[in-house]
């Protein structure tokens, strides 16, 4: 992924909130017949392998199954908060000469997946349904499927591990605009993407220029 010093992420927790956060990513893996594309939530475990390693599922009725039993090369991509930054919110110094950009942040997670049996698939499910329902009015739980529930479920689903091999972040957030205009668009930001404005205005609270 092409980008510069000055888009690092201040940390590697930062790094994995964004994909705790986000949960959802683009999933791509490279074929004998080209690229497969699947769509897919994750579970992040932060403590396993260098990286962290993680875990997702899939349809086993989906082409890109095989391609995850067979360990082919794999990136997971996660996008964190972006959005279009106008030259409108520049200040005119004496005129408004910086081009329109797009801010964003992603994270590559890089690795070969390794497929999980019944149990490890049946495991992982739990945490996915544990960590998506956490701190919601009335959770669902598992268990209300019935008896039953899960293994009717189990043989039409593959689950995998994925271990970050290589990963790679980038958070453009106006670092390396001038430092008037970058401040121009967090201003007009924080009315309408506080999100946002706020990872702006972290990524630039060094700026002495």
């Known amino acids: 992924m092409y980008s510069k010093p000055e888009y690092e992420p201040l940390s590697r927790d930062q790094v994995f909130g964004l994909i705790e956060t986000a949960a959802f990513a683009t999933v791509v893996t490279a074929g004998p017949q080209g690229l497969a594309v699947s769509h897919l939530p994750f579970v992040l475990d932060r403590a396993r392998g260098e990286n962290g390693t993680l875990v997702s599922h899939l349809a086993r009725a989906n082409p890109h199954s095989a391609l995850i039993a067979e360990g082919r090369e794999t990136v997971a991509v996660f996008h964190g908060p972006h959005g279009y930054i106008s030259s409108s919110w520049y200040p005119r110094n004496p005129v408004r000469d910086s081009a329109p950009t797009w801010n964003f942040a992603v994270v590559h997670c890089h690795g070969h997946p390794v497929p ?80 946002l404005a706020a990872m702006m205005k972290a990524h630039n609270a060094h700026r002495t220029d």
Do not use: C
């Open 116 to 195: 999980l049996d019944d149990h490890g698939t049946a495991r992982h499910l739990l945490q996915l349904v544990d960590v998506l329902e956490k701190d919601r009015d009335d959770r669902w739980r598992m268990r209300e499927l019935g008896p039953g529930g899960m293994e009717r479920r189990i043989p039409h689903i593959i689950g995998f591990d994925l271990p970050i091999e290589r990963l790679e972040a980038k958070f453009k957030m106006g670092q390396d605009e001038r430092r008037y205009d970058t401040s121009g668009a967090i201003d007009a930001l924080e009315q309408n993407d506080p999100v």
